[in-house]
């Protein structure tokens, strides 16, 4: 019933801007804190930035800060992260994921989130 879908991947170039989204259905995403998360081949899945379900507040890894935005449409039950600036490193799977308790300061941390989508290829290369 609970479904996170993300989309608004595909090839970038360095320097260029994506915008990626993470559609939720079967529940209200501004109840949740939402995290994007990214995982590069023979890496571990890290945190890239969540919105908490409390006051909207932010939160960034250091990578992206700076670069990268995350917002959500509540009238769209989406929430949004708007990749500028973008490095060849930021290559990986982007994955969505959602967090049901309330929180005024999320944290993008992988264990914390119970709910995840099933990610979105972003590949950055000239």
């Known amino acids: 019933q609970l479904q996170l879908v993300e989309s608004g991947g595909g090839l970038g170039q360095p320097g260029g801007s994506l915008r990626l989204s993470c559609a939720a259905s079967g529940f209200t995403l501004d109840n949740y804190a939402i995290g994007w998360f990214r995982q590069a081949p023979g890496k571990e899945r890290e945190g890239v930035s969540c919105i908490s379900s409390v006051g909207g507040r932010t939160n960034y890894a250091d990578s992206v800060k700076g670069r990268f935005t995350i917002s959500r449409d509540n009238a769209k039950n989406t929430v949004y992260l708007q990749m500028n600036s973008l490095k060849p490193e930021d290559t990986a799977v982007y994955y969505c994921?959602?967090?049901?308790?309330?929180?005024?300061?999320?944290?993008?941390?992988?264990?914390?989130?119970?709910?995840w989508g099933q990610g979105t290829q972003v590949t950055v290369s000239s």
């Open positions: 994921a959602a967090d049901p308790v309330l929180v005024r300061l999320c944290v993008p941390r992988v264990g914390t989130y119970n709910y």
